[in-house]
T-cell receptor
Framework: AQKITQTQPGMFVQEKEAVTLDCTYDTSDPSYGLFWYKQPSSGEMIFLIYQGSYDQQNATEGRYSLNFQKARKSANLVISASQLGDSAMYFCAPTGTGRRALTFGSGTRLQVQP | GAVVSQHPSRVICKSGTSVKIECRSLDFQATTMFWYRQFPKQSLMLMATSNEGSKATYEQGVEKDKFLINHASLTLSTLTVTSAHPEDSSFYIC?????????????FGPGTRLLVL
C-alpha cells in the first residue's frame, strides 16, 4: 500500500512570492508517477503537474515545478509568483505499477494574501 | 487537458430514494473510470474502479449493492446510490483515465454534492 504524507495542513504566502508544498510518499513500486492536483472551493480537481519516477529532469508546467528527490521519496510542488487565484487545497497523489487509481494525501490548504 | 463532465452537480433527496450520477469523458474514450468520495475537510477516497464492459472493482468497505456502478460505454459511467441515507451525504467525484499520453493522467469531473435529508 502507498502512504502519502503532506505535512503542511495550511500555508500562507504573499502574492507574487514563491511557495513550496511538501509531499513525501512511500512506495515499493520500481516505476511510479506523481501527480499534483488543485482543488478550489468549488470542489473540482484540477490537474497541475506530473513527474515520472524515471524522468531525468524535474517536471515544470508554467508557474508550477516539482522538486523531485527520488532517494528521499519526496516530490514537493513549487508555485512561483503566487496569485490570489492559487488559494485552494493542493493534493499530492502517487500512482504505481498495476494500480491506476490515485491515492491522495491529506492535502495542504494554501492561502495567498494580497 | 481532457474534459470530463458530471451530472448533476448538486442533488438533494429524501432518505430512502436512489440517486444516479453520470460521469462522461467528452473528448476521449475511457476504458477505466474511478469514483471517489470526499467528506468535508477530508481527502478524496477511492470508492470503486469502473471498467467498461465488466464489473466494477470496489474498495474495501464500500458496499457494491449500495453503490451501483455501470460503465456501459467508453465515455459514460454511472454511479447509483441506492436507498440513500443521511450518512451518504458527501461530495462524489469521478475521474477518467486518458490513456493517450504516456503519463495516463486522470481528469476529474466537477463533482456532485449529495445531500440526503
Amino acid at each position: 500500500a502507498q502512504k502519502i504524507t503532506q505535512t503542511q495542513p495550511g500555508m500562507f504566502v504573499q502574492e507574487k512570492e514563491a511557495v513550496t508544498l511538501d509531499c513525501t510518499y512511500d512506495t515499493s513500486d520500481p516505476s511510479y508517477g506523481l501527480f499534483w492536483y488543485k482543488q478550489p472551493s468549488s470542489g473540482e480537481m484540477i490537474f497541475l503537474i506530473y513527474q515520472g519516477s524515471y524522468d531525468q529532469q524535474n517536471a515544470t508546467e508554467g508557474r508550477y515545478s516539482l522538486n523531485f528527490q527520488k532517494a528521499r521519496k519526496s516530490a514537493n510542488l513549487v508555485i512561483s509568483a503566487s496569485q490570489l487565484g492559487d488559494s485552494a487545497m493542493y493534493f499530492c497523489a502517487p500512482t504505481g505499477t498495476g494500480r491506476r487509481a490515485l491515492t491522495f494525501g491529506s492535502g495542504t490548504r494554501l492561502q495567498v494574501q494580497p | 487537458g481532457a474534459v470530463v463532465s458530471q451530472h448533476p452537480s448538486r442533488v438533494i433527496c429524501k432518505s430512502g430514494t436512489s440517486v444516479k450520477i453520470e460521469c462522461r469523458s467528452l473528448d476521449f474514450q475511457a476504458t477505466t473510470m474511478f469514483w471517489y468520495r470526499q467528506f468535508p475537510k477530508q481527502s478524496l477516497m477511492l470508492m470503486a474502479t469502473s471498467n467498461e464492459g465488466s464489473k466494477a472493482t470496489y474498495e474495501q468497505g464500500v458496499e457494491k449493492d449500495k453503490f451501483l456502478i455501470n460503465h456501459a460505454s467508453l465515455t459514460l459511467s454511472t454511479l447509483t446510490v441506492t436507498s440513500a441515507h443521511p450518512e451518504d451525504s458527501s461530495f462524489y467525484i469521478c475521474s477518467a483515465r486518458d490513456g493517450r499520453g504516456a503519463q495516463e493522467t486522470q481528469y476529474f469531473g466537477p463533482g456532485t454534492r449529495l445531500l440526503v435529508l
